[in-house]
């Protein structure tokens, strides 16, 4: 497996994990609610 594979994947692994938490986080509910109010 080549450095940049590892990089690419350590990338994608910490954006979704980024990504997981942050939907569960009160900001996000209270974006989508602003969107749908809109």
Known sequence: M????KLVLALVV??????????Q???FRDFLRRRRAR
């Open 14 to 23: 910490i954006a979704i994990a980024g990504l997981g938490s942050w939907t």
């Open 2 to 5: 080549s450095d940049f594979l």
């Open 25 to 27: 986080s009160a900001s």
